[in-house]
């Protein structure tokens, strides 16, 4: 039996395509919700997950930062992919025949010059995928769907118009999860992103941040989010450059223990090409 990826979203979503192209030898497992598909990989019903994280247009994945210290996962890869928008349609169809396009509120504005020039009105889809199979059952030659060239193979639509949205280098982020954590040194280049609660005292943040400037660290993400809804207590995930075992990571990260109650390694990584 061939080993399986879990995501959130239907067969053709563009993490299914994440899947595919890291992953191309697991059987991709799709997944209502970013809860499922972390749930699947913590229950073995699958043996890794593939969760998007944030996208270049678009920003950050609202509330992804919020679930993976709770995952009791461990991320082990990062992976970029290029999204390209393209508007299917039921065979026969033609770019002036459409009047809809169906997509995720996150895929609407991101081609949003394209269907303004073209007088196609955006509807939303709860999934780029779904909006797929939905169109090709629909039958209507008015009707389109914004999703991947992989979403139209699996649901027999034609691309009419390819790649149409707005920013040409739209890429998502997304980390590969999985349930024991490896930390060798697997590339040149390697990333740790880690959790930390600061202590309540003054400057807290500052001086917890202060060991990876004078230690030559780059840091290249800082997300904050509140703990159980209190406004008082705050966490931070983070991702810096670099190995926990380099002398200026060890450095800097002994220099945060000081002024943070709280510290946990969630991922060590190879860092992506693509990351520049």
């Known amino acids: 039996?061939?080993?399986?990826?879990?995501?959130?979203g239907e067969l053709g979503a563009y993490s299914h395509q994440a899947c595919v192209e890291t992953r191309?030898?697991?059987?991709?497992?799709?997944?209502?919700?970013?809860e499922d598909a972390l749930e699947a990989v913590r229950s073995g019903a699958a043996d890794l997950g593939m969760i998007a994280v944030e996208n270049s247009t678009y920003g950050r994945v609202q509330d992804v930062y919020h679930l993976l210290p709770q995952a009791g996962l461990h991320i082990i890869q990062e992976t970029f992919v290029r999204v390209h928008v393209n508007l299917l349609g039921v065979p026969g169809a033609v770019l002036s025949d459409i009047t809809h396009a169906h997509g995720h509120p996150v895929i609407l504005p991101q081609c949003g010059k394209f269907l303004h020039d073209n007088e196609i009105k955006g509807v939303t889809s709860s999934d780029n995928a779904r909006a797929a199979r939905d169109v090709a059952a629909g039958g209507n030659k008015t009707q389109a769907a914004l999703a991947s060239e992989l979403a139209a193979k699996l649901y027999g639509l034609e691309v009419i118009a390819p790649q149409i949205e707005d920013h040409k280098l739209n890429t998502t982020r997304f980390l590969v999860m999985a349930r024991d954590a490896d930390h060798t040194r697997r590339a040149d280049k390697m990333v740790t992103a880690f959790m930390f609660r600061v202590r309540n005292i003054p400057a807290a943040l500052y001086k917890a941040m202060g060991g990876f400037a004078t230690n030559g660290v780059n840091m290249t993400k800082l997300e904050s989010y509140m703990v159980d809804g209190v406004f008082?207590?705050?966490?931070?995930?983070?991702?810096?450059?670099?190995?926990?075992?380099?002398?200026n990571v060890k450095?800097?990260?002994d220099e945060l223990g000081y002024f943070t109650e709280m510290v946990e390694i969630?991922?060590?990584?190879?860092?992506?090409p693509r990351r520049s």
């Open 266 to 272: 969630l991922g060590v990584y190879p860092a992506d």
């Open 232 to 247: 008082t207590a705050t966490q931070f995930y983070a991702d810096i450059e670099g190995h926990p075992d380099d002398a």
């Open 251 to 253: 450095l800097a990260m």
């Open 24 to 34: 191309p030898d697991f059987d991709p497992l799709p997944c209502p919700t970013f």
């Open 1 to 8: 039996m061939a080993a399986r990826i879990a995501f959130q």
